[in-house]
């Protein structure tokens, strides 16, 4: 992204009492994503399977979904709102149409310029200087509580490279996918600190500090 910095932001550094979690759905071998993902199929071969904890035994784990729709305002990737790496395609809302699940606002990274968007319930702003930017702007649009890092991999290891992530909190489904969207790139020097965990018949959900 363009202006990534991995020096903290400015207003980061000031204002602490704001949480930064980056929360998201892991394979046992590391893949948020399986191989070739497309518009047909945006999270790859097999990789609906990462995420069947959430739909076929939400009974089960509805304090963790709970918790994904509790921040508020969340920061994301492109890939993660839609598809493509050019200019933007202004008919395009979000994989999730008119309705997305967020009900706060939603910062978007990408290289290209684009209005704001309203949708039911969200404001939907682009950011294309950098992942510093973004997080100010989230922080300025919340009033106390938590930003989630929805993601994907190159997101949320962005920020824990800058040391803007407070907690990583991983759903571990039980799939192997082989290839895709690598999470743990880069991330070999980091230290973890487990704060909670909790098993399902179809994730274990995990927490870490992070201590670098």
């Given amino acids: 992204m363009p202006g990534n910095s991995i020096e903290p932001s400015r207003f980061a550094i000031i204002n602490r009492m ?9 394979s046992l071998d590391g893949f948020v994503a399986g191989p070739e993902q497309s518009l047909d199929n945006p999270l790859g071969k097999r990789g609906e399977l990462l995420h069947y904890w959430m739909f076929r035994d939400a009974e089960q784990n509805k304090p963790e979904i709970k918790l994904l729709g509790s921040h508020e305002a969340y920061i994301m990737g492109r890939n993660m709102f839609g598809p493509g790496r050019g200019e933007w395609d202004l008919d395009w809302k979000g994989w ?8 706060a ?3 978007v990274l990408t290289h290209h310029r684009r209005e704001s968007l309203q949708l039911q ?15 100010d702007q989230a922080r300025h649009a919340v009033k106390d509580g938590s930003i989630g890092i929805a993601g994907g991999a190159s997101t949320v290891r962005q ?10 909190r991983l759903h571990i489904s039980p799939v192997m996918l ?22 399902t018949k179809l994730v274990t959900h995990i927490s870490y500090r992070i201590l670098n």
């Fill in 105 to 107: 606002p939603v910062f």
């Fill in 18 to 26: 704001t949480k930064i979690i980056a929360d998201i759905t892991v």
């Fill in 159 to 168: 920020y824990i490279l800058a040391g803007l992530v407070d907690e990583l």
């Fill in 121 to 135: 319930g969200t404001r939907i702003t682009f950011v294309n200087d950098g992942i510093n930017s973004a997080l």
């Fill in 178 to 199: 082989g290839s895709g969207e690598y999470l743990w790139e880069g991330l070999e020097h980091i230290n973890f600190e487990q704060i909670a965990g909790r098993s």
């Fill in 96 to 103: 999730w149409g008119g309705e997305p699940p967020y009900h």
